[in-house]
């Protein structure tokens, strides 16, 4: 019962947009669903380091020291401002002949993109240090055992989901294809909301 709450509640959580999502979108639907896949990776990886820390108490040290905290907070909302800006001075990058269009990043950018967007963000540490000790239980074995069970679901359902995200954002390439307007408008709602994301991260 327990687990389907988990697994549940990382299902409510991956539908709500956010940094992540909208990274692993704009990706793949600029470069392809490959790039789209390596991103996915790199927040993968990304959430299992949060899912380590957290289990090394990381997250305990962030409260008590919220210096720090807001050093990495400020430090991954500037890192958002900086992809964004990115985004919105990107000439078009997907014309109608793919063959042609110039080489606009290579599968580890588009890796390195997703590690360092959900790495920045301590709020995901956070998250994980205060949901997977709600589901772990001392009388029901091993704690270490039971933390790391619950992180490889936490990171596998986050990786399907993306996943998800990148085929739809390949599907949403061929609409853009081609159209240099539809490319340009596309690369500005994209980046205004990671800037608004960043807001919110530094507020």
Not at 169 to 188: E, L, S, Y
Request: hydrophobic share 55%.
């Amino acid at each position: 019962m327990e687990l389907g709450l988990f697994i549940g509640a990382l299902a409510i959580v991956y539908l709500v947009p956010g940094p992540d999502m909208l990274l692993v979108l704009h990706t793949s639907s600029t470069l392809g669903r490959g790039h789209g896949l390596a991103t996915a990776i790199g927040l993968a990886i990304a959430r299992g380091v949060h899912v380590a820390l957290a289990g090394l108490g990381l997250a305990a040290l962030f409260i008590a020291a919220p210096w720090l905290f807001d050093a990495v907070r400020y430090v991954g909302a500037a890192y958002l401002v900086w992809l964004a800006l990115q985004l919105i001075r990107a000439r078009s990058s997907a014309p109608a002949n793919q063959q042609e269009a110039p080489l606009q990043g290579s599968y580890y950018m588009a890796w390195r993109r997703g590690l360092l967007t959900n790495l920045l963000n301590p709020k995901s540490l956070l998250f994980c240090s205060v949901l997977l000790p709600q589901f772990v239980h001392s009388e029901q074995g091993s704690v270490a055992l039971q933390f790391t069970l619950l992180g490889a679901m936490l990171v596998s359902v986050g990786l399907i989901y993306d996943t998800l995200y990148a085929c739809a954002g390949a599907k949403m390439q061929r609409w853009f294809a081609g159209n240099k307007t539809k490319q340009k408008i596309q690369n500005w709602v994209f980046g205004t909301l990671l800037i608004g994301f960043a807001l919110r991260l530094a507020s």
